[in-house]
């Protein structure tokens, strides 16, 4: 868990309450929140998207897994390019779009390279080729519910930070060493001596 918060109990306070403060502002009071969820949809989708390609065609040896791989990058790269001018039912179509192809290219390589597939992995891959087939073809806006979904994560994140800095700042509280006061000496014994 450290290593999603700063070392600084202080910093980790601040910016839980800044994170907080912008979500509740962004989502509420302006428009930014639906400008940002097109960004982080296509920073997601690209991120991902190369991540994955990376690591699966290090792991496939065969031409035909390899090239459907090659396919599927660039079909998420061009979903990713789509959504950086649109607005609202594009953001759905792309996600639903790369859900698809990525559930699709993992059935075709499993098939093509006759490789057996653990039943975890099949079933997470037809949920995912599932999911990718309702968003896509649905008709539905998934805008607004991926914009509460990203503010949720926000202001979750930001309640983390908060809650980390304010234990971190309680306990170097506790760990200071108190300055001991002497005690004042009493006038009567001042003057008795």
Sequence with gaps: MKRFATKWGIVNIVLGVALIALAVVAQLATDWMEEGVRWVVV??????????????????????????????????????????????WQTSLAIGFVLYIRGFAYFLIMQLTGRKSIFRNFIIYMVVLTLGAYVLFSGEDFADIIQWIIFALIVVYGAFLLGYGIRDVMEKQKQKPKKEKKPKEKKEEKESK
């Design 43 to 88: 920073a997601v989708i690209v991120v991902f998207s190369l991540l994955r390609f990376n690591r699966d065609f290090k792991h496939y040896k065969d031409k035909n897994a390899q090239l459907i791989l090659v396919c599927e990058l660039v079909l998420a790269l061009a979903a990713a390019l789509v959504v950086i001018p649109a607005i609202g």
